[in-house]
């Protein structure tokens, strides 16, 4: 039931972000995709998804630690789709390093991405969502966005940051019908926690197994991995107009992790 309604999803060429903006296009939005990778590779997930939908599907590469290429994936979405309605800021990138080891350019590059596109993605698109008294927006945070683990200090910063900026902009936009809450899944098996694997071997030294069932898994109750599908599900609800109440919340989807 998003007939009518337009959607902006950073970081959709794969993983969380793709599974969102598949979901909020086969529930009748319109969809800006958004992210890197082959052109030819997303020119497929794009057209494959406007025919199976029937909805207009757009893509932008627009770099999200590029500010001035992020004012222009709003205005191309605005201009493309007639308005954003809901923002979905799912774009993100890991590295795992001891903190005296980490690079610096990677640091700055996850404050950038994670933390700092969020921000210049909403600055732009509040206007349009005040002049239309209605918006969503959504930021894929993490569990990282309320407890820790060693070795990811760049992405635990960004998260922690993340949620206080969500935070602060539902208390601005609550009364003109605009909602802001973070999803924070655990484990989602996509490629940023496929990539996290060797490093980790490295950091705690330990096997593939052992990464991936003592420190991955041991985190979830569950012992299993979140589903992209169920994190989509949950940004659905999100984005309707059942979630009108529901803003400045942090949604835990992580099989339990931090119950514990
Ligand atoms: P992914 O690697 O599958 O997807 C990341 C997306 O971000 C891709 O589309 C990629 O092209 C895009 N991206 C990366 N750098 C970019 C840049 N500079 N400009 C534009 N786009 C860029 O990862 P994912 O697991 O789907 O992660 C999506 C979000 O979910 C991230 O914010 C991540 O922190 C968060 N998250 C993931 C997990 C997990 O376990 N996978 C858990 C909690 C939170």
């Keep these: 039931a998003l007939n009518g ?13 793709l599974g969102i903006a598949k979901a909020l296009a086969h529930e009748g939005a319109d969809i800006m995709l958004n992210g890197l990778g082959k052109p030819e590779e997303i020119e497929a997930i794009r057209a494959s998804l406007a025919a199976e939908t029937g909805r207009k599907v757009l893509f932008s590469p627009a770099d999200m630690t590029k500010p001035d290429e992020i004012a222009a994936l709003v205005r191309a979405a605005e201009q493309g789709l007639g ?18 080891e980490f690079p610096i350019e990677k640091f700055d590059a996850i404050i950038a991405i994670n933390l700092v596109s969020g921000f210049h993605l909403t600055r732009a698109v ?6 239309n008294g209605f918006g969503r927006i959504i930021n894929i945070a993490s569990a990282h966005s309320v407890v820790a683990s060693p070795f990811k200090s760049a992405y635990v910063a960004a998260k922690h940051g993340l949620l206080g900026f969500t935070k602060t902009i539902a208390l601005e936009l609550a009364s003109f019908g605009i909602t802001a809450n973070c999803i924070s899944p655990g484990y989602v098996w996509t490629p940023l926690v496929e990539k996290q694997i060797p490093d980790t071997m490295k950091a705690r030294n330990m096997t593939k197994e052992q990464v991936i069932n003592d420190v991955l898994l041991t985190a979830q109750p569950t012992k299993k991995f979140v589903t992209t599908d169920e ?6 609800y999100l ?15 992580d099989g339990g992790w931090t119950a514990a």
Excluded: C, F, R, Y
């Design 5 to 17: 309604k337009s959607a902006l999803v950073t970081g959709s060429t794969s993983g969380i972000g």
């Design 83 to 100: 308005k954003v309605d809901i923002l979905v800021n799912s774009a993100g990138i890991q590295h795992v390093s001891p903190v005296e």
């Design 126 to 131: 509040v206007p349009g969502m005040k002049a």
């Design 231 to 236: 994190v989509a599900a949950l940004a659905l």
């Design 239 to 253: 984005a309707s107009d059942a979630a009108a109440s529901v803003t400045g919340a942090n949604m835990l989807i």
